[in-house]
């Protein structure tokens, strides 16, 4: 019997994530809202504590401790949650920890005898801790090590190992792109070109009864282009090429647009095995708090919600340190 529901609740789970048939394909997802809004570009456009799931090089961006919570709606009754905490040990060294949780849902399952029985599809539990270091000339590299506990209709459980290595690199900054100035009138200040590369989940296999289910693998690399328009406007265009172990090349595209660096708006698109995907967010941040909200939009009709915290612990004291825009202007 239990064969067989292993079976079907392995099924409905692909549903899920239907871009790859391994295991713990949770582990796929970069957690936060502001990338899931972004077409889920994440290798180098993630620069938070929510690095730890996507790429742990950008961690050694972070200039102060932060704490990210997130809750992510699925299809149905699952969903999947993350709670990180980074900060940094020196001026170029960072750590961080993330413990991450995705629930199945609920599963009911119809014997041939006539009983009903109900389960739990599928609990999986992520357990990650990262390291970061940042080099002179805008260089990052980073690693993660995983322990993944599985759990399959609250009867077979299987654990496995994996690791995540990351680099970054700024090749422009402080550049102005004339083209730009002269299709829009906007003067471009500020900007900066990231590129990066990143594997994620290479480890053993989970063993629940007798063959291994592969970690979901993948290679991706990205490139992400920053800029100011103005006083108070700040843009970030993105992209990413990611090529998981099992599956086929998938291409994520992402904009975002700052206003006062307090409010944020966001879309995406990204290809997956249902066709092309719409994302959109928006994000609000207070002092030391951001909040950020995100949809998906499936070509297969599910739309799904994510919402994400983080903090900055040191924020607020290093922002109210900052000497007045005109400081030199009275020094005598």
Same mark, same amino acid.
């Given at each position: 019997?239990?064969?067989?529901?292993?079976?079907?609740?392995?099924?409905?789970?692909?549903?899920?994530?239907?871009?790859?048939?391994?295991?713990?394909?949770?582990? /796929?997802?970069?957690? +936060?809202?502001?990338?899931?809004?972004?077409?889920?570009?994440?290798? /180098?456009?993630?620069?938070?504590?929510?690095?730890?799931?996507?790429?742990?090089?950008?961690?050694?961006?972070?200039?102060?401790?932060?704490?990210?919570?997130?809750?992510?709606?699925?299809?149905?009754?699952?969903?999947?949650?993350?709670?990180?905490?980074?900060?940094? $040990?020196?001026?170029? !060294?960072?750590?961080?920890?993330?413990?991450?949780?995705?629930?199945?849902?609920?599963?009911?399952?119809?014997?041939?005898?006539?009983?009903?029985?109900? &389960?739990?599809?599928?609990?999986?539990?992520?357990?990650?801790?990262?390291?970061?270091?940042? &080099?002179?000339?805008?260089?990052?590299?980073?690693?993660?090590?995983? $322990?993944?506990?599985?759990?399959?209709?609250?009867?077979?459980?299987?654990?496995?190992?994996?690791?995540?290595?990351?680099?970054?690199?700024?090749?422009?900054?402080?550049?102005?792109?004339?083209?730009?100035?002269?299709?829009?009138?906007?003067?471009?200040?500020? !900007?900066?070109?990231?590129?990066?590369?990143?594997?994620?989940?290479?480890?053993?296999?989970?063993?629940?009864?007798?063959?291994? !289910?592969?970690?979901?693998?993948?290679?991706?690399?990205?490139?992400?282009?920053?800029?100011?328009? +103005?006083?108070?406007?700040?843009?970030?265009?993105? &992209?990413?090429?990611?090529?998981?172990? !099992?599956?086929?090349?998938?291409?994520? &595209?992402?904009?975002?647009?700052?206003?006062?660096?307090?409010?944020?708006?966001?879309?995406?698109?990204? /290809?997956?095995?249902?066709?092309?995907?719409?994302?959109?967010?928006?994000?609000?941040?207070?002092?030391?708090? /951001?909040?950020?909200?995100?949809?998906?939009?499936?070509?297969?009709?599910?739309?799904?919600?994510?919402?994400?915290?983080?903090?900055?612990?040191?924020?607020?004291?290093?922002?109210?340190?900052?000497?007045?825009?005109?400081?030199?202007?009275?020094?005598?």
């Amino acid at each position: 019997m239990y064969c067989k529901v292993i079976i079907i609740a392995v099924v409905c789970a692909n549903l899920v994530w239907a871009d790859t048939s391994n295991g713990a394909r949770f582990m /796929t997802l970069s957690a +936060g809202s502001r990338y899931l809004g972004m077409g889920e570009v994440s290798v /180098t456009s993630v620069s938070d504590i929510f690095s730890i799931s996507s790429n742990p090089a950008s961690l050694g961006r972070l200039k102060s401790s932060q704490l990210g919570l997130v809750y992510y709606k699925t299809l149905e009754d699952s969903f999947f949650a993350y709670m990180g905490y980074a900060f940094p $040990l020196s001026k170029t !060294d960072i750590i961080g920890c993330s413990l991450s949780y995705y629930d199945g849902g609920n599963f009911e399952y119809n014997s041939v005898e006539g009983v009903t029985s109900n &389960f739990k599809a599928e609990r999986d539990i992520l357990l990650t801790f990262s390291a970061a270091r940042s &080099f002179e000339g805008g260089r990052q590299a980073g690693i993660s090590l995983k $322990l993944i506990r599985a759990e399959l209709v609250e009867q077979y459980t299987a654990l496995a190992f994996a690791v995540d290595a990351g680099v970054n690199y700024r090749i422009s900054e402080k550049e102005t792109w004339r083209l730009i100035e002269g299709l829009t009138g906007l003067k471009i200040e500020n !900007d900066e070109i990231w590129l990066g590369i990143n594997v994620r989940n290479l480890g053993t296999k989970l063993k629940f009864i007798n063959e291994g !289910d592969l970690l979901p693998a993948q290679l991706s690399t990205g490139i992400a282009y920053r800029f100011e328009a +103005g006083r108070d406007k700040k843009f970030e265009v993105a &992209f990413d090429l990611c090529k998981p172990l !099992d599956s086929y090349m998938r291409m994520h &595209f992402g904009l975002e647009v700052v206003i006062d660096d307090m409010f944020a708006i966001r879309g995406g698109l990204k /290809t997956g095995s249902t066709g092309l995907d719409l994302t959109a967010g928006a994000g609000f941040k207070l002092e030391a708090l /951001t909040i950020d909200y995100s949809a998906a939009f499936f070509t297969s009709g599910w739309l799904n919600h994510m919402v994400s915290l983080v903090y900055s612990f040191e924020e607020k004291g290093r922002q109210a340190k900052r000497p007045p825009s005109n400081y030199n202007k009275y020094r005598k």
